[in-house]
């Protein structure tokens, strides 16, 4: 093991040696069997289907179906086409109500078809939309909601198709961290109008970029299956609107692939899960986002609240030591969709009726986990957690006043594999987001 941090000189963010040789990423890709995927791309090679509603994509859509127990689970390139797809296809205009505690794509599908995403604040508790905001935010333009199941947690489902159809709205759920998670035992999938599924390279089930979306509905769908296919109904008969949402064989081939070791994958993050709950448990300010563990979850997000007044340093600061230490954690979803462009730009004000969106945004950060990150390193991530937060007054002093500790260049470069910093760096974790 690289060396125990006995004193703050031994963190690498000092110049210590990083406790990790390689970077631990979060979203690093789940790898099914390579033999199957192998012998499927040379099927599909054979074949010479490679896309446009293939074989594999069928059995792709198929199997979610099984999973989730939706009658139509429709392939797409990724989620935000996927979301893009479903928000025509639903004929949603004006105003859409969604949360800012997002990836940004949640509302970049419903700007880019020139829907304005009214966001909303959470429930502190869920970290989902809070339905009591939902309705307060209701206008004469408001077309639909858009719910985030975040981290695969199920949103208020009841509560939001209560206002849902005392308003006349339609109910979209942006569900691309929930795949293999449920809700009241049931699969989530089945919920609102449709649920749009992300398949992408950093989910617990991969192919390669994909998305599904599902719904049960049957006229939704033959839309949803059109629209995703430039509005083909039948060669040469295009009978509405549509783009190019499709998925191909090779993605549904990994996807499949993913699939068969869904299980596993989610067992290899449980364990992982209950590997941090253990050894975070009795870190003052540190609290990991538990799920319910009477329901379905796939486990696949380890999320922290830093309460910067008990731990003594920030989720900033303890970001700088564990990216030094080849710890890539992330600050996911800093600074909220409101704060990024365009939205800031257009809603200047936004901010304001979402007080606990901001404050979650400031203290949260997820940290690796998957089956590329094993329990001992879990365990030495936590012991670094834990000795910043015992020697926290110390490593703050060292950071604010050391101009010659020259952070790394964690967000900016790109290249986060690199930990050698600039003052530049410093200064974005030393001062807080502009607002
Ligand atoms: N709605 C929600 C709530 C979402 O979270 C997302 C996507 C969407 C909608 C849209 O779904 P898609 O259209 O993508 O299907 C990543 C993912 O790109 C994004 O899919 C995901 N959410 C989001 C939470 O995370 P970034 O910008 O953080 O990605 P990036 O490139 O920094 O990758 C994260 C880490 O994963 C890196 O440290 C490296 C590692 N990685 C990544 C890839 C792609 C690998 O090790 N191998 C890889 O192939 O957005």
Redesign the pocket.
């Known amino acids: 093991m690289n060396q125990v941090k006995r004193a703050w000189r031994d963190l690498a963010v000092f110049g210590g040696q990083p406790a990790f040789d390689e ?1 631990l ?5 789940n790898i099914g069997s390579r033999r199957q995927f192998f012998q499927q791309i040379e099927d599909i090679l054979d074949r010479r289907q490679l896309s446009n509603d293939g074989p594999y994509v069928q059995s792709f859509e198929r199997e979610l179906s099984q999973l989730t127990g939706v009658k139509h689970c429709v392939a797409v390139s ?6 893009e797809i479903a928000i025509r296809a639903l004929g949603l205009t004006g105003e859409v109500i969604a949360p800012s505690m ?2 940004v ?2 509302a970049h ?1 419903l700007q880019w078809l020139g829907i304005t995403p009214v966001f909303c604040d959470i429930d502190p508790q869920t970290m989902n939309l809070d339905p009591t905001q939902v309705e307060v935010l209701i206008t004469p333009q408001t077309s639909g909601i858009v719910g ?1 199941h ?1 981290w695969g947690r199920p949103c208020a489902t009841e509560a939001l198709a209560d206002i849902a159809r005392r308003h006349n709205l339609k109910l979209l759920y ?1 569900a ?2 929930a795949v293999g998670c449920s809700y009241k035992g049931q699969m989530i999938g089945n919920f609102g109008d449709a649920e ?1 599924f ?6 617990v089930c991969n192919a390669l ?3 599904i979306i599902a719904t049960h509905d049957d006229a939704l769908a033959g839309r949803l299956r059109r629209m995703r296919n430039f509005g083909f109904m039948s060669t040469d008969n295009v009978v509405e609107e549509g783009t190019n949402g499709k998925m191909n064989e090779i993605s549904a081939a990994m996807g499949l692939t993913s699939l068969a070791k869904l299980d596993s994958f989610i067992a290899e993050n449980y364990f992982n899960y209950k590997t941090y709950e253990r050894d975070l448990a009795d870190i003052p300010g540190v609290t990991l986002t538990l799920y319910n563990e009477g329901e379905k979850n796939n486990y696949h997000y380890i999320v922290l609240q830093v309460d910067e007044k008990q731990t003594g340093i920030s989720r900033d600061q303890l970001i700088l030591l564990l990216f030094a230490e080849n710890v ?1 954690a ?1 600050r ?2 800093y600074p909220g969709c409101h704060r990024m462009e365009p939205y800031r730009t257009l809603q200047p004000d936004a901010g304001l009726r979402l007080p606990y969106t901001e404050s979650l945004v400031e203290r949260t950060l997820c940290l690796p986990t998957g089956t ?1 990150v094993s329990p001992t390193d879990i365990q030495k991530i936590c012991q670094i957690i834990r000795f910043a937060v015992e020697n926290a007054a110390s490593i703050r002093a060292q950071l604010l006043h050391n101009t010659t500790i020259l952070p790394t260049s964690i967000y900016e470069s790109g290249d ?1 594999t690199n930990c050698q910093t600039t003052a530049a760096h410093l200064q974005q974790f030393r001062q807080p987001h502009q607002k």
């Open positions: 970077p990423h979060v979203g690093r890709p990724n989620a935000t086409v996927g979301l997002t990836f794509a949640t599908a985030v975040l942006d691309a961290h749009v992300s398949f992408h390279a950093t989910k970029e994909g998305g890539l992330r996911y979803f590329a986060q």
